[in-house]
């Protein structure tokens, strides 16, 4: 009778001692694990912690198409938004248009005098300005910290993204702001 105990030990061990492979990161865990290194990267190159006390941030936006975002860039945005929250950054969710920016032909923002206003009013001194470029198979996230005083870039940092089928859905729900 004591063998049968010891049995079921030695059999419990030895399934235990199955090889165990974590399961891979979602789709949304990958988004939000580079959103975060992405925010931890601008503020590693921006020391001024006085600048970045409060903060506008604008959705991330197709570069080809300021007018509109998706679900991929609002998620996104949240993403961003919630690491540097947690980061003990003042957010301001402006609703920013396409008057209120101005894209050169090369795709470079500039802020408008609106946004400028804007960010006199709630007294923040940055702004964080995002696009991505979806391609064939990725997609391309890149942000800006630009200073609201001097409209200057701070800080920059890009990632790219496997354009998985969870990514491609995101993508594919058109958001625009109407005229």
């Known amino acids: 009778m004591r063998s049968l105990p010891l049995s079921l030990a030695v059999i419990g061990l030895c399934a235990g001692c199955q090889s165990f492979e974590p399961a891979a990161p979602s789709d949304a865990e990958v988004l939000v694990e580079a959103c975060y290194d992405a925010v931890d990267d601008l503020l590693s190159q921006h020391g001024d912690r006085q600048d970045l006390e409060r903060m506008l941030v604008s959705t991330v936006v197709n570069i080809n198409d300021v007018n509109r975002t998706t679900m991929f860039g609002?998620?996104?945005?949240?993403?961003?938004?919630?690491?540097?929250?947690?980061?003990?950054?003042?957010?301001?969710?402006?609703?920013?248009?396409?008057?209120?920016?101005?894209?050169?032909?090369?795709?470079?923002?500039?802020?408008?005098?609106?946004?400028?206003?804007?960010?006199?009013?709630?007294?923040?001194?940055?702004?964080?300005?995002?696009?991505?470029?979806?391609?064939?198979?990725?997609?391309?996230?890149?942000?800006?910290?630009?200073?609201?005083?001097?409209?200057?870039?701070?800080?920059?940092?890009?990632?790219?993204?496997?354009?998985?089928?969870?990514?491609?859905?995101?993508?594919?729900?058109?958001?625009?702001?109407?005229?």
């Open 74 to 179: 609002r998620v996104a945005t949240e993403f961003l938004s919630a690491r540097l929250t947690r980061r003990d950054i003042d957010i301001i969710h402006p609703t920013v248009r396409e008057d209120q920016l101005l894209i050169q032909e090369s795709g470079q923002f500039l802020l408008s005098r609106n946004v400028a206003n804007l960010a006199l009013d709630y007294n923040a001194r940055t702004a964080l300005v995002s696009t991505y470029a979806p391609l064939k198979e990725n997609v391309i996230v890149s942000m800006k910290l630009v200073s609201t005083v001097e409209n200057s870039t701070l800080a920059a940092t890009d990632f790219v993204l496997f354009r998985s089928p969870a990514v491609e859905e995101m993508l594919g729900s058109v958001v625009g702001w109407g005229r």
